[in-house]
């Protein structure tokens, strides 16, 4: 009996042991994993749950991680111009940004030139010319429409002419003075039309408008709430209230609009192990997967590559863009902002 139990014992205890090394040499293995994983650092001006959706959907599927630093345009293209004038490499590999970021870090020489097949899919337009940065996505501000109103009215408020010559509409839309995108529409049409033009187009607005909103959703809630008939409103939050069933038709200006075009560009003077892996995820970011990464944390922005699934399957993917870039300096804002608050917001002269 004395050796069964001796026996007995043994084995449990060498079972013990096996089942103990097993463990450490299994955690052991992932300390190892987690030590050798691929990792690249991007500068990014996306939301933090965006980026955070994005690195990791990317690190689940291909085991690299992409630490986002997220900052301004200003804090981007400074900290770019340090490493781009550094006599060393720097840690940051990655961009993603606004197109007018992108537009500054390469005319600067902040940024490298990457092509590739999936880039090259992308329209000219969503691109620079020479390659230094790409667009992977875009926000167009559009007309979120109540469909109650729809139901009484035969002319479809669908551009900006028609938006004027509506009499009896109520609209919302959010403050320019409280949100970049919102601003970004009255800077975009100075740039399309003419500073005189534009704010023609907003003082016949005007007095059409119900509130001004200091939050980009607001307006869209008060859309598919019957609050307002119409709303102007960015396409991303527009989306989400489509998604949660409220009563909202999408109406895209046929005159063109605003959008607000994400990108990615390469940063000079990365490190050259880092820049192979930021190509790859730069490409990434022009996929399904992503767009579904984003979708999946109610991130509704369009995709600019016409291969994707995501793009055939979007009915509004033949948005009217304005051609010309609203790029105007802080103190030139500053001022645009100023007289639309004194002669229309506040309908001076």
């Known amino acids: 009996m004395r050796r069964d139990s001796l026996l007995v014992m043994t084995t449990i205890f060498l079972a013990t042991l096996i089942a103990l090394v097993s463990v450490y040499l299994s955690s052991h293995s992932r300390g190892a994993e987690r030590r050798s994983m691929r990792e690249i650092t991007a500068y990014t001006s996306l ?3 965006a ?44 961009v993603l940004a606004e197109r007018e970021t992108l537009d500054r870090a390469a005319a600067a020489g902040y940024l490298v030139p990457y092509v590739s097949e999936k880039i090259d899919q992308v329209a000219e337009s969503f691109r620079h010319e020479s390659g230094y940065w790409t667009g992977v996505w875009y926000d167009p501000m559009v007309f979120a429409v109540n469909q109650d109103y729809l139901r009484t009215h035969l002319d479809l408020p669908n551009s900006w002419q028609r938006l004027i010559q509506q009499r009896d ?24 039309y003419g500073e005189q033009q534009a704010f023609d187009i907003w003082r016949s607005i005007q007095p059409k408008i119900i509130q001004y909103s200091r939050y980009l959703h607001t307006p869209v809630r008060q859309a598919g709430m019957g609050e307002v008939d119409l709303s102007i409103a960015v396409l991303s ?11 909202i038709r999408v109406l895209y200006p046929t005159d063109g609009t605003s959008a607000v075009v994400f990108g990615t560009g390469v940063a000079f003077r990365a490190e050259d192990r880092d820049v192979h892996a930021a190509e790859q995820f730069a490409d990434w970011l022009l996929t399904d997967e992503a767009q579904i990464a984003l979708t999946q ?16 399957l979007f009915a509004g993917k033949n ?14 804002k500053g001022k645009l ?13």
């Open 47 to 49: 939301p933090t749950e």
């Open 51 to 94: 980026a955070l959706a994005l690195s990791e959907a990317y690190e689940t599927e291909y085991g690299v991680r992409v630490n986002f630093i997220q900052l301004d345009s200003e804090q981007i293209l400074k900290r770019l111009k340090e490493q781009a004038q550094s006599t060393e490499n720097g840690k940051i590999s990655l």
């Open 169 to 192: 509409i109520r609209i919302g839309t959010t403050d320019f003075m409280a949100a970049d995108a919102a601003s970004n529409l009255l800077y975009s049409m100075i740039a399309e």
């Open 237 to 247: 939050e527009t989306l989400r209230y489509v998604r949660d069933d409220y009563p």
């Open 297 to 312: 944390h109610s991130f509704y922005f369009l995709t600019t590559n016409p291969a994707t699934l995501s793009y055939q």
């Open 319 to 332: 948005v009217a863009i304005f051609k010309s870039r609203p790029y105007f300096t802080k103190e030139e």
């Open 337 to 349: 902002l100023d007289r639309w608050v004194k002669q229309v917001r506040l309908n001076g002269e």
